[in-house]
């Protein structure tokens, strides 16, 4: 049976689960929905995800949303043929480790990205606060720094996993900010290692199968 995968273009949340799908070289239907069309309030969607989100993915008659979950579901779904296709380590304790990161890097780096995105994409540029704006900039410039430990010289833990995949996008948005707001001054907070990780990243086989359709534009 088909993964369906239920997605939007540009959501760090679902991108995470593509380049998962991607790298684990799952079948999967891609379900592009619009937010512009308000997709995921029709009863079509409601059904599969009845908060109204996305992403979520659909096995036979088993739906499942949240993205962290999702991630977790595919990798054992799909056990992985080589540890460097696993989304999560073998060992407990790694493993662990890997959870607990996605969960930080949610909490505190893509909080602070997330509310940068409320400011600028969903507001007026009048209605901009500026001290808000720079006080979530602040939280994420704290952040990378414990980020930049983790990924100097390899990835967000000992091999790529779903921690790469969560941190990943969040990143990428906050560069693709500075199109809507130049002086937002992320970019200068990417150190040399955290630009070598993201390489690594951009290198993947997968990471073009899944780059958001409407940022090739």
């Not at 073998?90 to 990205?113: H, M, P, S």
Request: hydrophobic share 40%; charged share 30%.
């Amino acid at each position: 049976m088909t993964i369906q995968f239920y997605c939007g273009s540009g959501s760090p949340y679902v991108w995470r689960v593509w380049l998962a799908l991607e790298h684990k070289q799952i079948p999967y239907e891609l379900k592009m929905l619009s937010f512009s069309e308000k997709d995921m309030s029709k009863p079509a969607f409601l059904a599969v995800n009845p908060r109204g989100k996305v992403p979520a993915i659909t096995d036979g008659d088993f739906a499942l949303w949240e993205s962290a979950a999702i991630m977790e579901y595919l990798d054992e779904r799909f056990p992985p043929a080589t540890p460097q296709t696993a989304l999560f380590p073998k060992d407990l304790k790694q493993r662990a480790t890997v959870r607990r990161k996605i969960r930080e890097i949610d909490e505190y780096f893509g909080n602070a990205i997330e509310r940068i995105v409320g400011q600028l994409l969903f507001k007026k540029e009048a209605d901009w606060d500026q001290r808000k704006i720079a006080q979530f900039v602040n939280t994420a410039a704290k952040e990378l720094e414990v980020i930049e430990a983790w990924v100097d010289g390899g990835f967000v833990d000992e091999q790529i996993s779903a921690a790469d995949f969560t941190l990943y996008p969040y990143v990428a948005m906050g560069v693709r900010l500075e199109r809507r707001k130049p002086d937002l001054g992320f970019s200068p907070l990417l150190t040399p290692a955290i630009k070598s990780w993201m390489r690594k990243i951009e290198g993947l086989p997968c990471f073009d199968k899944a780059y958001p359709p409407h940022w090739k534009e």
